[in-house]
């Protein structure tokens, strides 16, 4: 265990300098977080051969991916990520303990997004929430804020919550207050805050479907304002999802250019979702524009809306 939170914390630090340069500017930090584009990987735990990306989370985060989806199953009562049920994983503690919180610990202005595509019981997802150390005090819980909408980032990182975790909660109640060892731990539903767009451009490169359908159709249209949670008008945060259902690196090539993505955005989803993503998320993030169109979005260059 000493081992593995010194590699980690070695690995962190070395990136640490190249990740500085991709941390929100002053001007982004007094926008609400509704206000802000995210980088954000499909599979972000998929890696290799095979996988959805093919650099590891800490190397994404240190690029400046903001967003993280990630996977888990029931294995023998621990929740474990991967990316089927038949094959198998790492412990979602372990990580969270190598590679996520660290980079949080060790980048104070760095904000995070965890959409976790679960398919455990609450208990089960309790029990890597006990274990994974320093979690509790920087995860954001929206019943903490009176704000009439979602704080600035800034105020995010004064009060020390900078990581969101959502659960699609699509086959279990796992969104809910979980009491930790360190603190109170929030999970939130996906189908509560955000809207999000069905996920797959076609099986290959040979099937384009840009249209931008909702992940839940019909009960949850994108149009969809403001979200669900007692006593609060924020507005809900659009999750673009722009990656095929067969992940391949000559795929990303053409998927991920500035120009895809831009007419991806102004042609279909704006139409469809009436507002800008807020996280754009891809296979192969490394590879074309995802960087540039995110920080297109931010900066007011890419803005269908106009």
């Known amino acids: 265990m000493f081992f593995g939170k010194v590699f980690a914390m070695g690995s962190a630090m070395l990136l640490m300098a190249h990740t500085a340069a991709h941390e929100a500017s002053p001007p982004l930090l007094d926008r609400r977080f509704d206000q802000v584009a995210w980088l954000t990987t499909h599979n972000s735990f998929n890696v290799g051969t095979g996988g959805n990306q093919d650099q590891s989370i800490s190397r994404q985060l240190a690029d400046g991916v903001r967003g993280l989806m990630i996977d888990i199953y029931d294995q023998d009562g621990r929740a474990v990520v991967r990316h089927t049920r038949v094959t198998r994983g790492e412990f979602l503690a372990d990580l969270l303990n190598r590679e996520v919180i660290p980079f949080l610990q060790l980048t104070p202005d760095a904000v995070v997004t965890i959409f976790l595509d679960d398919h455990v019981s609450a208990e ?11 979690l509790a005090p920087l995860v954001f819980d929206p019943d903490t804020w009176d704000t009439a909408e979602w704080p600035t ?16 909660e699509l086959d279990h109640p796992t969104a809910r207050r979980y009491n930790t060892p360190e603190g109170a731990v929030r999970v939130m539903a996906s189908t509560a805050g955000t809207v999000e767009n069905y996920w797959s451009l076609g099986l290959t490169r040979f099937s384009h479907d840009y249209s931008c359908v909702s992940r839940w159709k019909p009960g949850l249209p994108l149009t969809t304002a403001n979200v669900s949670w007692q ?11 722009h990656f095929h259902g067969i992940s391949l690196l000559s795929d990303a090539h053409h998927d991920n250019r500035l120009n895809t993505l831009t007419e991806r955005l102004n042609d279909y989803c704006y139409p469809a979702a009436g507002r800008k993503p807020n996280f754009v998320a891809l296979d192969y993030y490394n590879l074309g524009d995802g960087m540039r169109f995110v920080e297109g979005i931010n900066n007011g260059n890419i803005d269908p809306g106009k």
Do not use: C, H, P, T
């Open 231 to 241: 006593g609060k008008a924020w507005s809900r945060v659009f999750v673009m999802n």
């Open 153 to 168: 980032l800034r105020d995010m990182i004064d009060r020390g919550q900078r990581l969101l975790i959502f659960s699609y």
């Open 124 to 134: 089960v997802l309790n029990r890597e929430l006990d274990n994974s150390l320093g």
